[in-house]
């Protein structure tokens, strides 16, 4: 947030992340497979009892697993680092979205208010209404700045109402 810069005399409106159920959603299907290895482990040994030993292959179970449980929490650490960076911040004259791509990559795109032609809301399935998160699709009219798109946002049209409401402002005061 700090490489951000608003211009003179812009006013912050609202601060958006994820909805709290798409870092729910991430974690609990990584910690899933953090039980890979002990329900492999148990599998082999219902199904193939004379290929598991535990004199022969428990220091080698052990280690594979202990390496398998550092990448799950690696894995975690960049879901929630991921989680936390992406963020959309909407001031009164432009709409500015953070984008963490991977841990040293990120991407901001700026769109103004007046570059903006349509705000489409999507929520897909029953998790997106009964939670009501959804995505927005936002087109601009202007080439270089290009369209927008913020998955994972909570209460979608509530958020579209207000990206409205400063275009109408912007629009009168222009007027």
Do not use: C
């Not at 004259?93 to 040293?104: A, E, M, P, T, Y």
């Not at 270089?144 to 629009?171: C, F, L, N, Y």
């Amino acid at each position: 947030m700090n490489d951000i810069r608003f211009l003179p005399g812009e006013k912050v409106v609202l601060k958006l992340r994820k909805h709290w159920i798409i870092l729910l959603r991430d974690t609990i299907g990584t910690i899933i497979l953090a039980f890979l290895p002990f329900l492999l482990l148990a599998v082999l040994q219902i199904f193939a009892p004379q290929y598991v030993s535990f004199n022969g292959y428990l220091a080698y179970m052990s280690f594979v697993t202990t390496l398998w449980l550092l990448v799950i929490w690696m894995a975690l650490a960049v879901i929630w680092t991921d989680y936390y960076l992406d963020l959309w911040i909407v001031t009164d004259k432009r709409i500015i979205s953070v984008d963490q791509i991977s841990l040293f990559n990120r991407k901001v795109t700026t769109l103004s208010h007046d570059r903006i032609q349509e705000i489409i809301v999507k929520e897909e399935n029953f998790m997106q209404a009964f939670f009501h998160y959804g995505k927005l699709d936002i087109e601009t009219a202007s080439p270089t700045d290009g369209d927008a798109t913020m998955e994972g946002i909570p209460g979608p049209e509530s958020v579209r109402r207000v990206i409205m409401d400063q275009q109408a402002k912007k629009s009168t005061i222009s007027t």
